[in-house]
């Protein structure tokens, strides 16, 4: 059994109520980024017919252009497209791990109440990213049980892996002397007695900034700059803990970044509220600077590692994670995304390796 649960617009005006159709979405995103849309209705698969019936009803029902089209010149979003695309992405990415994350929690309770018994799950909870959610996705996908995967910061989710709340917790720390002085509060929560752990994926943390990089962002000095608005990770993941990190290091305030405190909770709302113009930079990875055509300037590598109780090292549901870590389907998936290196995915490390700083 699967529960997907998803966000449905719904628009009352003159006393009549409209469902925004997701094809609608679909089309304002694809014609952002093909610049034309015939080559956007072929994106999404509907026929030009359909995509002119579709915005011409819903310019008529809110009375503003969604798409500018010129000719010679393809076509871009009217500042009303633009924004209902941006409202979509920022919801999507705002909370959409959320609702994964209560859908993963009723599904399995649901399935306990038909089944009578606890049925064949493995909770994992780690820090949002696009590997872990790969390799859930391919477990799911191919594997004779169901991978429970939910989203928390990387010291929640390891405090979930010490209160017994998960089989295995998700977290990343950055590479080098970052790392080692992030170290104890890790080492807090895990120990090289009780847990393995096992490489997920190296990846690079940096500065994402709209296309052009209008306010010249070059590295995280530039956060202090008056005219910029900065939007930052929630307390206690792994991102924040490297940021503060950063910020000490160039001894950096955080009263002096204009929207320090402003907080979103996944790398996706991150991007998505630079994208929309909400905020001038935000800290995240390079896959998501990607995702929503931003510019992404490069700072820290870091690891993203499972921590497994070592009781659980015989488990034969571990032993299918670490296969499908080291499968040419992990490696695939993950190739297209820019600052990432699988080339450890799947092998045990140990704790010097990953929090000694060497």
């Given at each position: 059994m699967d529960i997907k649960i998803e966000f449905h617009w719904q628009l009352s005006h003159l006393g009549e109520q409209h469902d925004i159709d997701k094809v609608l979405f679909d089309m304002l995103e694809a014609v952002q980024t093909e610049g034309s849309l015939r080559k956007a209705t072929e994106k999404i698969q509907v026929s030009y017919r359909y995509a002119w019936g579709l915005l011409n009803k819903w310019e008529s029902v809110l009375g503003q252009p969604l798409v500018k089209l010129e000719r010679g010149r393809g076509a871009s979003l009217a500042p009303a497209g633009e924004k209902l695309m941006h409202g979509q992405r920022h919801l999507n990415a705002s909370f959409s791990p959320e609702l994964d994350n209560f859908s993963t929690q009723f599904k399995r309770e649901f399935e306990s109440l038909i089944n009578q018994d606890d049925t064949d799950g493995f909770n994992i909870f780690a820090s949002h990213g696009l590997a872990v959610g790969t390799l859930r996705d391919l477990i799911n996908q191919q594997s004779d049980f169901q991978l429970d995967l939910h989203f928390h910061g990387s010291l929640e989710s390891l405090r979930a892996l010490r209160n017994g709340d998960c089989h295995i917790a998700g977290f990343h720390i950055p590479v080098g002397e970052l790392g080692h002085r992030l170290s104890k509060d890790y080492l807090d929560l895990?120990?090289?007695?009780?847990?393995?752990?096992?490489?997920?994926?190296?990846?690079?943390?940096?500065?994402?900034?709209?296309?052009?990089?209008?306010?010249?962002?070059?590295?995280?000095?530039?956060?202090?700059?008056?005219?910029?608005?900065?939007?930052?990770?929630?307390?206690?993941?792994?991102?924040?803990?490297?940021?503060?990190?950063?910020?000490?290091?160039?001894?950096?305030?955080?009263?002096?970044?204009?929207?320090?405190?402003?907080?979103?909770?996944?790398?996706?709302?991150?991007?998505?509220?630079?994208?929309?113009?909400?905020?001038?930079?935000?800290?995240?990875?390079?896959?998501?600077?990607?995702?929503?055509?931003?510019?992404?300037?490069?700072?820290?590598?870091?690891?993203?590692?499972?921590?497994?109780?070592?009781?659980?090292?015989?488990?034969?549901?571990?032993?299918?994670?670490?296969?499908?870590?080291?499968?040419?389907?992990?490696?695939?998936?993950?190739?297209?995304?820019?600052?990432?290196?699988?080339?450890?995915?799947?092998?045990?490390?140990?704790?010097?390796?990953?929090?000694?700083?060497?």
């Amino acid at each position: 059994m699967d529960i997907k649960i998803e966000f449905h617009w719904q628009l009352s005006h003159l006393g009549e109520q409209h469902d925004i159709d997701k094809v609608l979405f679909d089309m304002l995103e694809a014609v952002q980024t093909e610049g034309s849309l015939r080559k956007a209705t072929e994106k999404i698969q509907v026929s030009y017919r359909y995509a002119w019936g579709l915005l011409n009803k819903w310019e008529s029902v809110l009375g503003q252009p969604l798409v500018k089209l010129e000719r010679g010149r393809g076509a871009s979003l009217a500042p009303a497209g633009e924004k209902l695309m941006h409202g979509q992405r920022h919801l999507n990415a705002s909370f959409s791990p959320e609702l994964d994350n209560f859908s993963t929690q009723f599904k399995r309770e649901f399935e306990s109440l038909i089944n009578q018994d606890d049925t064949d799950g493995f909770n994992i909870f780690a820090s949002h990213g696009l590997a872990v959610g790969t390799l859930r996705d391919l477990i799911n996908q191919q594997s004779d049980f169901q991978l429970d995967l939910h989203f928390h910061g990387s010291l929640e989710s390891l405090r979930a892996l010490r209160n017994g709340d998960c089989h295995i917790a998700g977290f990343h720390i950055p590479v080098g002397e970052l790392g080692h002085r992030l170290s104890k509060d890790y080492l807090d929560l895990i120990n090289e007695d009780s847990h393995q752990l096992i490489y997920v994926v190296k990846r690079n943390q940096g500065l994402m900034v709209a296309n052009g990089n209008p306010k010249q962002v070059q590295d995280i000095h530039s956060l202090i700059q008056p005219d910029l608005t900065f939007i930052n990770r929630q307390a206690d993941s792994g991102t924040r803990l490297l940021l503060d990190q950063l910020l000490q290091a160039d001894n950096i305030q955080p009263a002096q970044i204009r929207g320090y405190s402003h907080e979103e909770f996944t790398h996706m709302a991150v991007a998505a509220m630079v994208a929309s113009g909400a905020a001038d930079v935000g800290f995240g990875i390079a896959p998501m600077a990607d995702k929503f055509n931003l510019e992404f300037i490069p700072l820290v590598w870091e690891h993203y590692c499972l921590a497994v109780p070592r009781q659980l090292m015989e488990d034969a549901r571990v032993g299918e994670i670490i296969a499908l870590l080291k499968s040419q389907q992990f490696h695939g998936k993950l190739a297209g995304f820019s600052g990432y290196n699988t080339e450890k995915s799947g092998a045990y490390i140990s704790f010097g390796e990953v929090f000694s700083g060497s």
